[in-house]
């Protein structure tokens, strides 16, 4: 079953991407910060209720900065999503894992001082070329999008998942301090609404469109759905190897992302760009593993 909630999960991401890039012909980023923090305070907050969780935290500077550093991923996925295909916003964020392979690899280095007695650590083969094998993947998915001009929109669903990946450390502890998920996301809930808020005075308010805002609503819905069920996921894995399989099934929400952006929205994904899509994929499977490894029963990413 903890399977079927991560598949389950990935499709409700992958979903709100649809509903983020449909929105967004109406839309700026910011609202749709603003818009899907608001919505998911109110979800998370029933949320908590029930799991009789409270809401004050010991820790609200920790929070602060999970949820300045999460916000500035959210944008910078969304404005990624309104303006490159679907499936190469979707998978430019899914690097988050190989950002933290690559951070395994930088901090062990820097933490090195060549006037120790300590000698040089080694460079761990696997981590390396995992974090290259990515990052050649990113060269060959945004070669596609150079050729159209939306280099500065694949820079910024590029830096999505290095935001990402510094967002995921803070959760990582947050967890290992006790704090519960549901409090952990209400938080950068909390986050999204205020920084988008603050965000509109320099972008600006769109004219409302009427109907097509009910868009913003699923935006909210499915997001708060997936976290829920990749939270389920991770909870129903009773093994090392269980947990193991539902992080790596998070990848199918780039698959399902590609099904969107061909079938709904007529994207050309030529093949050197569903190679690169696929290098990155086997790249964070890859890096998952060796995170699992390095620092087990680490809580879920979010998307």
Not at 144 to 159: I, K, T
Not at 259 to 264: D, E, F, K, N, P
Request: proline content about 5%; glycine content about 10%.
């Amino acid at each position: 079953m903890q399977a079927l909630w991560m598949v389950l999960a990935a499709f409700l991401f992958a979903s709100m991407g649809v509903c983020v890039k449909l929105a967004s012909a109406h839309f700026n980023a910011a609202e749709l910060v603003c818009y899907r923090g608001l919505i998911g305070m109110a979800i998370l907050a029933l949320l908590a209720r029930s799991q009789q969780v409270t809401l004050t935290t010991r820790y609200p500077g920790m929070h602060a900065w999970r949820s300045l550093v999460g916000v500035a991923s959210l944008g910078a996925w969304f404005y990624a999503i309104a303006h490159l295909p679907l499936a190469t916003a979707m998978t430019l964020n899914y690097m988050s894992s190989v950002w933290i392979a690559a951070f395994l690899v930088g901090g062990t280095l820097l933490a090195w001082r060549p006037s120790s007695a300590t000698p040089r650590p080694a460079l761990q083969g696997t981590l390396v070329v995992t974090v290259l094998t990515g990052f050649a993947g990113v060269v060959m998915m945004l070669r596609p999008s150079l050729e159209q001009n939306q280099a500065f929109a694949g820079l910024v669903g590029l830096l999505s998942g290095l935001s990402a990946a510094f967002a995921y450390m803070q959760v990582v502890a947050l967890s290992r301090l006790g704090e519960p998920e549901s409090r952990t996301v209400f938080y950068f809930a909390l986050g999204s609404a205020v920084a988008g808020g603050a965000a509109l005075l320099f972008t600006g308010v769109s004219d409302w469109p009427g109907w097509p805002a009910l868009w913003l609503l699923p935006i909210g819905i499915l997001a708060a759905g997936g976290q829920l069920c990749m939270t389920r996921a991770y909870a129903s894995a009773r093994t090392q190897r269980g947990t193991l399989v539902v992080a790596n099934l998070q990848y199918s929400g780039i698959v399902f992302a590609a099904l969107y952006s061909v079938l709904l929205f007529g994207d050309r994904i030529p093949p050197i760009g569903w190679t690169g899509m696929a290098l990155i994929v086997g790249s964070g499977i890859a890096a998952t593993i060796l995170r699992a490894r390095a620092a087990p029963g680490a809580p879920a990413e979010e998307h």
